[in-house]
């Protein structure tokens, strides 16, 4: 069951991430290929994939096909993929509700204690 939820995500995920045109141009790699076993029946697979998606897109004499290969272009498209769970009913409870208490402002009697204070700070020093 496990197996079967892993491989359900991954086909979710691979679908949302990338194009699915891109998907359905799969066969085009195998036609391609056994294209590349004619001219050289000793390459492989692997040799394959690195020639056409490791060295970039040389121009050379199957440019065109080359191109129709899957992931080789494109369509500058843009795919969003949401998921959500729908909650049947959501409740808060306040375990320990807050208290606002009202500020009162401190009024000083004597205002010139801290004015004169803060503007002895900034004199340059003096020698005696």
Do not use: R
Request: with cysteine.
């Amino acid at each position: 069951m496990k197996k079967a939820i892993a491989i359900l995500f991954l086909l979710i995920y691979l679908f949302s991430a990338t194009e699915v045109k891109q998907l359905l141009k799969l066969p085009a790699v195998f036609e391609h290929f056994s294209e590349h076993q004619l001219e050289d029946n000793q390459i492989s697979f692997v040799h394959f994939l690195a020639i056409h998606y490791l060295h970039g897109s040389p121009k050379d004499q199957d440019y065109k096909k080359d191109m129709q290969l899957p992931f080789k272009t494109s369509s500058d498209s843009c795919s969003n993929f949401a998921t959500g769970i729908a909650l049947s009913s959501l409740h808060f409870t306040i375990l320990h509700p807050l208290l606002i208490l009202e500020k009162k402002q401190i009024l000083l009697q004597n205002n010139d204690t801290f004015s004169s204070f803060l503007s002895k700070i900034w004199q340059p020093p003096k020698f005696c």
